[in-house]
C-alpha cells in the first residue's frame, strides 16, 4: 500500500478551530446585553435655622431607574409619615410629610424613600397616587455610596432615581426635622457596560474546548500519518533496492558493426523510440525484446514489465511475488551465442567506417562463423559482468 507523504500544515487545519472560536465569540448572544444608564445630577437647597442661611450643594450622585424618562424634576421633599414609622413607603395608605415655607400648598414635590421593604414598582406606585412629581430612592447602608439598577417597569412617566444611603440619609433627617428642602434633578452622563451573559460563558467554554479536542486529534493523525509514511519510505527503498539486483542478471550486449542479416523485429528502442546504433549498450529481456540499458532499467524498477508485451520479468527470472533475498537465490543460466543469435534480431544503418572496415569480399560461409563468434564473445562478456556483482556501473563498462 503507498502512503502519500502528509502536508506539512497542521497550523492550517488549526485555522478551522480558530474560526470555531470566531463564530462563538460572535454568535448571537455571545456579547451579553448592553447595559445603558445615566447618571443623575441631584441639587438640593435649604435654609439653616440656626444661621439663617442658605446652604445649596449639587453633586452628580444619582442613577436614573431603567423605566424612568431620563430627564429633569424640582420639587420640595416628602418623605413618608406614619405614626409606626415606615421609611420605606411600601403600605398602598402610606401619607408623606412635606415641610413647606410659608404655608403653601399645592407646590411640586418629590418623594424620599428608603431601598426595601417591597419592589421599586410598589414604592414608584404609592408615591404616584400622592401626586408625587418624581421619586428618590436611598440604598440600603451595607452598599455605602453605592448605588444599583433599579427595574420597575409599568409606572408610567414619573422620573425615578436612586442616591447613596449618606446623601440620603442626610436629606431625610433634614425634613425630619421641618426644614423645607428643595431637590433639583438632572440629566448627568450617559454610561454603556457591556458583560458576557452566563449562557454566553458556557458558548465560549465549549467552543475553547471543542476546539482542543480537533487540535489534539489532528496532531495525534499528522503524527500516526507521518510515521506510517517514513515507514513505507524504508520498505520501498528496500525494495527498489532487491529489485535493482534482480535486473542487473538480465543480459546486457553492446552494438557492434556487422550485426545484421539477422531476423528481428525491433529497429528501435520501445522507450526511448530512438533507433539502436553501433556501440549501444542494450538491454536483452526474457520475452527477448530489447532496449537501451538506460531506458529501460528505470522502467523495470518502477513497472516490472517489459513495455511491449507487459511480460513480469521479475517473475520471468524465477523470483514469484516481491523479490526477496536476491543473493540466495539461483541466476538464470545466460543463453549460448547460437541461441541469442537465433532470438534476437538488429537491423543497424550500415555507416561508412564499417563499410571500409569490413573485408572487401566476404562468402556467406565466412560471415556465419563471424556472428557465432561475436555473440559467443557477447554470452561470455554479460557472464563476466554478471559473476562481477551485475552492478550497473560494470553493466555500463568499456565500450567495445
Same mark, same amino acid.
Request: net charge negative.
Given at each position: 500500500?503507498?502512503?502519500?507523504?502528509?502536508?506539512?500544515?497542521?497550523?492550517?487545519?488549526?485555522? =478551522?478551530?480558530?474560526?470555531?472560536?470566531?463564530?462563538?465569540?460572535? %454568535?448571537?448572544?455571545?456579547?451579553?446585553?448592553?447595559?445603558?444608564?445615566?447618571?443623575?445630577?441631584?441639587?438640593?437647597?435649604?435654609?439653616?435655622?440656626?444661621?439663617?442661611?442658605?446652604?445649596?450643594?449639587?453633586?452628580?450622585?444619582?442613577?436614573?431607574?431603567?423605566?424612568?424618562?431620563?430627564?429633569?424634576?424640582?420639587?420640595?421633599?416628602?418623605?413618608?409619615?406614619?405614626?409606626?414609622?415606615?421609611?420605606?413607603?411600601? %403600605?398602598?395608605?402610606?401619607?408623606?410629610?412635606?415641610?413647606?415655607?410659608?404655608?403653601?400648598?399645592?407646590?411640586?414635590?418629590?418623594?424620599?424613600?428608603?431601598?426595601?421593604?417591597?419592589?421599586?414598582?410598589?414604592?414608584? =406606585?404609592?408615591?404616584?397616587?400622592?401626586?408625587?412629581?418624581?421619586?428618590?430612592?436611598?440604598?440600603?447602608?451595607?452598599?455605602?455610596?453605592?448605588?444599583? +439598577? !433599579?427595574?420597575? %417597569?409599568?409606572?408610567?412617566?414619573?422620573?425615578?432615581?436612586?442616591?447613596?444611603?449618606?446623601?440620603?440619609?442626610?436629606? =431625610?433627617?433634614?425634613?425630619?426635622?421641618?426644614?423645607?428642602?428643595?431637590?433639583? #434633578? /438632572?440629566?448627568?452622563?450617559? &454610561?454603556?457596560?457591556?458583560?458576557?451573559?452566563?449562557?454566553?460563558?458556557?458558548?465560549?467554554?465549549?467552543?475553547?474546548?471543542?476546539?482542543?479536542?480537533?487540535?489534539?486529534?489532528?496532531?495525534?493523525?499528522?503524527?500516526?500519518?507521518?510515521?506510517?509514511?517514513? /515507514?513505507?519510505?524504508?520498505?520501498?527503498?528496500? &525494495?527498489?533496492?532487491?529489485?535493482?539486483?534482480?535486473?542487473?542478471?538480465?543480459?546486457?550486449?553492446?552494438?557492434?558493426?556487422?550485426?545484421?542479416? #539477422?531476423?528481428?523485429?525491433?529497429?528501435?528502442?520501445?522507450?526511448?523510440?530512438?533507433?539502436?546504433?553501433?556501440?549501444? #549498450?542494450?538491454?536483452?529481456?526474457?520475452?527477448?525484446?530489447?532496449?537501451?540499458?538506460?531506458?529501460?532499467? +528505470?522502467?523495470?524498477?518502477?513497472?516490472?514489465?517489459?513495455?511491449?508485451?507487459?511480460?513480469?520479468? #521479475?517473475?520471468?527470472?524465477?523470483?514469484?511475488?516481491?523479490?526477496?533475498?536476491?543473493?540466495? !537465490?539461483?541466476?538464470?543460466?545466460?543463453?549460448?551465442?547460437?541461441?541469442?543469435?537465433?532470438?534476437?534480431?538488429?537491423?543497424?544503418?550500415?555507416?561508412? /567506417?564499417?563499410?571500409?572496415?569490413?573485408?572487401?569480399?566476404?562468402?556467406?560461409?565466412?560471415?556465419?562463423?563471424?556472428?557465432?563468434?561475436?555473440?559467443?564473445?557477447?554470452?561470455?562478456?554479460?557472464?563476466?559482468?554478471?559473476? %562481477?556483482?551485475?552492478?550497473?556501473?560494470?553493466?555500463?563498462?568499456?565500450?567495445?
Amino acid at each position: 500500500m503507498a502512503w502519500r507523504r502528509p502536508e506539512a500544515g497542521v497550523g492550517a487545519r488549526g485555522g =478551522l478551530a480558530l474560526a470555531l472560536l470566531a463564530l462563538a465569540l460572535c %454568535a448571537p448572544g455571545a456579547r451579553g446585553r448592553a447595559l445603558e444608564w445615566f447618571s443623575a445630577v441631584v441639587s438640593i437647597e435649604y435654609v439653616d435655622p440656626q444661621t439663617n442661611l442658605t446652604v445649596w450643594s449639587v453633586s452628580e450622585s444619582g442613577r436614573f431607574g431603567d423605566s424612568s424618562p431620563k430627564e429633569g424634576a424640582q420639587g420640595l421633599v416628602g418623605v413618608p409619615w406614619a405614626p409606626g414609622g415606615d421609611p420605606e413607603g411600601c %403600605a398602598p395608605d402610606t401619607r408623606f410629610f412635606v415641610p413647606e415655607p410659608g404655608g403653601r400648598g399645592a407646590a411640586p414635590w418629590v418623594a424620599l424613600v428608603a431601598r426595601g421593604g417591597c419592589t421599586f414598582k410598589d414604592k414608584v =406606585l404609592v408615591a404616584a397616587r400622592r401626586n408625587a412629581s418624581a421619586v428618590v430612592l436611598y440604598n440600603e447602608e451595607r452598599y455605602g455610596n453605592l448605588t444599583m +439598577p !433599579m427595574s420597575h %417597569a409599568g409606572t408610567g412617566n414619573i422620573v425615578v432615581i436612586m442616591i447613596s444611603y449618606p446623601k440620603g440619609r442626610e436629606i =431625610l433627617e433634614l425634613v425630619q426635622k421641618g426644614i423645607p428642602v428643595t431637590m433639583t #434633578i /438632572g440629566v448627568g452622563t450617559r &454610561h454603556v457596560q457591556e458583560f458576557i451573559s452566563g449562557q454566553s460563558v458556557v458558548f465560549v467554554a465549549i467552543a475553547f474546548i471543542t476546539m482542543m479536542i480537533i487540535s489534539l486529534a489532528w496532531l495525534i493523525f499528522y503524527y500516526i500519518q507521518r510515521f506510517l509514511y517514513t /515507514g513505507s519510505q524504508i520498505g520501498s527503498q528496500s &525494495h527498489r533496492k532487491e529489485t535493482k539486483k534482480v535486473i542487473g542478471q538480465l543480459l546486457l550486449h553492446t552494438v557492434k558493426h556487422g550485426e545484421k542479416g #539477422i531476423d528481428v523485429d525491433a529497429e528501435n528502442c520501445a522507450v526511448c523510440i530512438e533507433n539502436f546504433k553501433v556501440k549501444d #549498450i542494450i538491454r536483452i529481456l526474457p520475452c527477448k525484446h530489447i532496449f537501451h540499458r538506460i531506458c529501460i532499467d +528505470p522502467w523495470l524498477l518502477d513497472h516490472r514489465t517489459c513495455p511491449m508485451c507487459k511480460l513480469d520479468v #521479475i517473475k520471468a527470472l524465477g523470483y514469484w511475488g516481491e523479490p526477496g533475498d536476491v543473493q540466495d !537465490m539461483p541466476a538464470p543460466e545466460s543463453p549460448s551465442g547460437r541461441d541469442l543469435a537465433a532470438n534476437l534480431s538488429l537491423t543497424l544503418p550500415e555507416d561508412d /567506417g564499417s563499410d571500409e572496415s569490413s573485408p572487401p569480399s566476404a562468402s556467406p560461409a565466412e560471415s556465419e562463423p563471424q556472428c557465432d563468434a561475436s555473440f559467443k564473445g557477447d554470452a561470455g562478456e554479460n557472464t563476466a559482468l554478471l559473476e %562481477a556483482g551485475r552492478s550497473d556501473s560494470r553493466h555500463g563498462g568499456p565500450i567495445s
